[in-house]
């Protein structure tokens, strides 16, 4: 179950602006709150799903280190934790382009369950990207999870995932680990800046 009604449950907020935590700021699409109960939610489903076993999280930088430390603290099985770095947004994109990986994927995860933990699925670039190397590692079980994923009916093949923390609509957002050129990942909520939303004014789903 993905936390989309935690994310409705906010649209007042959004509608009305809520408090700018950042000058840059429109409005707040999914609070510090619901973030820090959805990820609680997510930590059970997860331990439910591998009933104690150790698994390995594979998470993906940068935008999952605040995901993934919030996260970690509520798992009581035994976990080895790797990172990865996956470029898909260049300097000022707000859509996904060709994968590279930036920092490559060095441990041996043969015959490991891996986790892999993303802060958005967008494309469906970098996990497809992920899944296939870690099936050519030979992982005993390869499952994905994500923060946020993006409504993007313009990609019905997209890959599904397993676990999803809240469903968004197809816009733009910073906070929580995620950034805009590399700013902004410090603020405690999920947001939408004042840029992004006066692009998107007057689409479905999206606020001025």
Avoid: W
């Avoid at 007042?12 to 700018?20: F, I, L, N, R």
């Avoid at 390869?142 to 993006?150: F, G, N, S």
């Avoid at 676990?163 to 999920?190: H, K, S």
């Amino acid at each position: 179950m993905s936390g989309i009604d935690d994310t409705l449950s906010l649209a007042g907020a959004q509608a009305g602006g809520g408090p700018a935590v950042h000058s840059d700021v429109a409005y707040t699409l999914v609070s510090q709150e619901a973030i820090s109960r959805r990820v609680a939610e997510l930590a059970r489903e997860i331990a439910v799903c591998y009933q104690g076993r150790e698994i390995t999280i594979l998470a993906v930088l940068t935008g999952s280190l605040v995901f993934l430390a919030d996260l970690m603290r509520y798992l009581s099985m035994p976990l080895q934790v790797g990172v990865v770095s996956v470029s898909s947004y260049r300097s000022g994109a707000t859509r996904p382009l060709d994968v590279r990986f930036t920092i490559p994927l060095t441990d041996d995860l043969t015959g490991r369950d891996v986790l892999i933990l993303d802060d958005i699925l967008d494309s469906g670039q970098t996990l497809t990207a992920l899944c296939a190397l870690l099936d050519e590692q030979a992982a005993a079980s390869v499952r994905t999870c994500v923060l946020l994923r993006k409504d993007r009916p313009d990609l019905p093949q997209r890959m599904s995932v397993d676990f999803v923390g809240f469903d968004m609509p197809d816009e733009f957002v910073v906070g929580y680990g995620l950034d805009y050129d590399n700013r902004y990942r410090n603020l405690p909520d999920i947001c939408v800046l004042k840029c992004h939303a006066a692009r998107s004014a007057g689409r479905p789903g999206e606020h001025a």
